[in-house]
């Protein structure tokens, strides 16, 4: 037996039990390849190697505390990194997962979809479900007990945990420690990213890496101006002039779509925690807080004072084609819609920091989640998951190989053209190459490579923010409550928040859906996760 | 309504119905027995593929019932699944007040379905049997039809585009200081709202079967009437609507086993619009605690209480049937 190397290892305890003896038996379980799932009570895993790529130099480094790497342009030459087709002998995989963008042709009809195949070497049968059904979705696929290669899990998902470690493979032999080497660009995703997909002892996934920057509250910099109002609020009461000035019904304009992204954005102001607050041990839930109360009442009041959009109460609003158009001002949305937006729309897209509610600085801004999503591979034999990973290694393929162009932009002279060293689609391009490959499995996130002026405001978004990044304490402890559970209790506290700001109930309703948050599995979570933190310690 | 319900039930329920055997077929029990099966075998054919799919798609899945008495996961089989006896039911005795909401919900919207909705199709039918030009009525039944063959999703679409907040209406009224008609999202008008919905989309379709009763009646039974000197309000009374009458209460008792659905995809798609409290029924409380919040056993508990009301309804609202000397779904004669 080789002595794996120690130091480069994270041992985690993942649901409790002393330290030493939790990381004994993830020695055990890194040696052994035991594939066995131990559900419940002490288990720990030896997480993938962090192996960052060294193809490309960026033009920006990133930073120790999370600003991501910028770069201005394409590298010269890409380079091939897969001499073989991933997929060989793969036959067909299927593949569930959400989508954000409209649906591209079908396979028959979209001669991406067909090179995708060629290069791989297998046939993917995606099966490709909005967003905002997926869970529906997943949740039915998981009832069917049908379930395909590759499936994206999402962080809601109804008895996740054992979801995970009882129909879907054990990766930790394959991706365990130094294992993961073998798929260089899987290993090339931060530690952090792979916390989400350790349950029980096992690694049950792959993650979609995200940065640290998390939700952006996009802002219409151009309209901001040209009102002339002031792009960088210094208070609450600054930003809701700001929202205010936007506004103009008759105009068809309003500030905001989006009742959660501005409850979140003003709580940030107000110094909600991030999800959970840590004190001496001690949890106490955001939900808990008398901040977290009152970001509900301002946006209740910007509610009633009319700067929502009308239909935001529906849930169905379109918010990155409305910000496109500027019928909607602000709208928050994951760092990576940046480029999408500016590249989609032709307006000028910018970022509001949130400043502290009642000035002095920039407030704290929350963490983003390490994953976007993870994606589990159905229960096989070892030479299928074998395939499966190879394929999954390919999509991770970073920026400076020829596999990431072709996944991001298709063929060149098809697909995209290069124009003054960057890639731009074509009208086929625009079609085709919509396949949501990157809720599969991806890369981690670069800034650009793209307009140096964009990439340059997106690096300095993150300069500012990035040092006040408040982290959720919970991040990497295990609580099965929260994790089972976290469909229904969000359910709780979504419905309680729409009702009030709609003016359908007053602020004091808050109180009673708290509660009820706590009956229905907040408290067993808060119980949990200080459990796990005592025995971490 | 529901046709292919309609369809579905009313299917077996003919099969049912033995026809007396012809006076000529007299012979032993056996041998007619398959006397009947040689004559007929045609027919039973035509019939299997429809007596599968029943089998297949509504009996078969009862068994998956058992999963009310079990705490089912996912991720089990319904075997390994381990017994809980009545725990899962316990929203439905202890009253659990999203449970209660539903309910009361429920028979709300079922009770104006049945008052308000369900006799349109009869009026609607009335009046197309009354239109004398043949081209005016199929003009009109097109029209009228058209709508069912949209799916709910393209209904609520095009409510919300053109009465929504910021539909084609309010944008226009906005622009020119007029009135805003807030009536989608408003959970006071929910009520009202899926109403019109469900009678612009299916009440021209609900029209087929009353009209097919209708084109039935013999021309001398008006005729009679107008001989006694009886105008149209009499011939109304006195033989079209006796001529439906079997129609209509057999649509009803089918109307009554489906008083606790109330059209669930209507509903979840515009419920986040107005709240749960507004827009929270049987169909999407099952929905929301089973699929989304992982309580498959109480979610299935909850829909075979519902289903057992049902069956009930249609066996009481039956046998009142029989009472009143109609054959009703199915008659022991």
């Known amino acids: 037996m080789r002595n794996p190397p120690l130091s480069r290892r994270r041992f985690l305890a993942m649901t409790g039990g002393a330290a030493a003896l939790a990381a004994g038996s993830g020695l055990l379980a890194a040696c052994g390849g035991s594939t066995a799932p131990r559900t419940g009570g002490a288990g720990s895993v030896a997480m993938p190697d962090y192996v960052p790529t060294t193809l490309v130099t960026p033009d920006l480094p990133a930073t120790a505390d999370g600003v991501m790497a910028g770069f201005y342009r394409y590298p010269a030459n890409p380079a091939t990194a897969f001499t073989t087709k991933p997929g060989e002998g793969a036959g067909t995989v299927s593949i569930l997962t959400n989508i954000l963008n409209p649906v591209p042709p079908s396979a028959g009809a979209n001669a991406y979809w067909q090179e995708l195949h060629n290069r791989l070497g297998a046939t993917l049968d995606i099966t490709m479900t909005p967003q905002a059904d997926y869970l529906s979705k997943l949740s039915t696929v998981i009832a069917s007990g049908d379930l395909p290669d590759l499936t994206l899990i999402s962080a809601r998902l109804a008895h996740k945990a054992d979801v995970l470690t009882r129909l879907c493979a054990d990766l930790s032999e394959f991706l365990g420690g130094s294992a993961v080497r073998q798929y260089p660009f899987l290993a090339s995703i931060p530690t952090d990213a792979w916390l989400p997909t350790a349950y029980g002892g096992g690694i049950f996934a792959v993650p979609i890496p995200r940065a640290v920057v998390g939700t952006i509250m996009f802002t219409r910099t151009d309209l901001v101006r040209a009102r002339g109002l002031d792009p960088e609020p210094a208070s609450y009461a600054d930003f809701l002039a700001v929202a205010k000035g936007l506004t103009d019904a008759r105009g068809n304009r309003w500030a905001f779509g989006s009742v959660k992204g501005v409850i979140t954005f003003v709580g940030t102001m107000l110094g909600v925690p991030n999800v959970w607050r840590e004190e001496g041990g001690r949890f106490t839930s955001e939900h808990e807080t008398e901040e977290r109360k009152e970001a509900i009442a301002r946006t209740a009041r910007m509610f009633a004072d009319g700067l929502f959009h009308p239909d935001t109460m529906g849930g169905r609003l379109q918010g990155r084609d409305l910000f496109g158009n500027g019928t909607l001002a602000f709208n928050p949305d994951g760092y990576a819609a940046w480029d999408t937006l500016a590249k989609t729309y032709p307006v000028e897209v910018g970022a509001t920091v949130a400043p502290k509610a009642d000035g002095g600085g920039t407030a704290r801004h929350r963490a983003g989640t390490t994953a976007f999503a993870i994606t589990a591979i159905k229960k096989t034999d070892k030479s299928r998951i074998e395939q499966l990973l190879r394929i999954c290694d390919w999509l991770a393929a970073p920026l400076g190989t020829s596999e990431y162009m072709f996944r991001k932009f298709g063929v060149e002279g098809t697909h995209y053209t290069m124009e003054d060293g960057a890639p731009v689609l074509t009208d086929k391009g625009k079609v085709e190459v919509k396949l949501p490959l990157e809720y599969v499995v991806d890369a981690p996130h670069v800034l650009g490579p793209g307009d140096r002026a964009r990439v340059d405001a997106q690096r300095a978004y993150q300069e500012k923010v990035v040092p006040t990044i408040l982290r959720n304490p919970a991040e990497g402890l295990y609580s099965a409550t929260a994790t089972d559970k976290a469909g229904e209790l969000s359910k709780i506290i979504d419905t309680a928040e729409l009702d009030i700001v709609s003016g359908r109930k007053p602020i004091g309703h808050w109180d009673e859906a708290v509660a009820a948050w706590r009956t229905a599995g907040g408290d067993a979570a808060r119980a949990e996760y200080e459990k796990a933190l005592a025995d971490k310690a | ?333």
């Open chain 2, 1 to 333: 309504m529901a046709p292919t319900e309609l369809a579905a039930t009313a299917a077996p329920a003919a099969r049912g119905t033995p026809d007396a055997p012809p006076p000529a077929a007299r012979r032993p029990r056996q041998a007619s027995w398959r006397w009947r099966l040689r004559r007929d075998w045609f027919l039973l054919l035509l019939g299997l593929p429809g007596l599968l799919l029943v089998v297949l798609f509504h009996y078969v899945p009862l068994a998956g019932n058992v999963i009310a008495f079990k705490d089912y996961r996912p991720y089990l089989t319904v075997w390994e699944a381990p017994w809980v006896g009545f725990e899962n039911f316990r929203v439905i005795y202890e009253g659990d007040p999203a449970f209660l909401n539903a309910l009361t919900n429920t028979l709300v919207i079922s009770l104006i379905q049945i008052v308000v909705v369900f006799p349109v199709p009869i009026a609607l039918a009335l009046l197309l049997n009354s239109l004398l030009s043949e081209r005016v009525k199929r003009v009109v039944q097109s029209v009228l039809y058209l709508p069912h063959f949209m799916s709910w999703v393209v209904v609520v679409a095009v409510f919300q585009q053109l009465l929504g907040n910021a539909g084609l209406y309010n944008t226009w009224a906005r622009a020119h200081d007029l009135p805003l008609l807030h009536l989608i999202g408003n959970a006071d008008l929910f009520l009202p709202l899926i109403t019109s919905q469900a009678i612009w989309k299916d009440a021209g379709w609900g029209t087929i079967i009353f009209l097919a009763a209708m084109s039935r009646v013999d021309l001398e039974l008006y005729e009679a009437v107008a001989v006694d000197g009886g105008g149209r309000m009499r011939q109304l009374w006195h033989v079209t609507l006796p001529a439906i009458r079997s129609v209509i209460v057999l649509l009803l008792i089918l109307k009554l086993g489906d008083v606790l659905t109330v059209g669930f995809e209507q509903i979840i798609l515009q419920q986040a619009a107005v709240g749960q409290d507004a827009s929270e029924v049987l169909d999407t409380y099952v929905y929301n605690r089973g699929i989304i919040d992982g309580n498959f056993g109480m979610a299935a508990a909850v829909g075979l209480v519902k289903g057992v009301v049902g069956l009930g309804l249609v066996l009481a609202a039956n046998k009142i049937a029989h009472l009143f000397g109609e054959r009703g779904l199915y008659s022991r004669w």
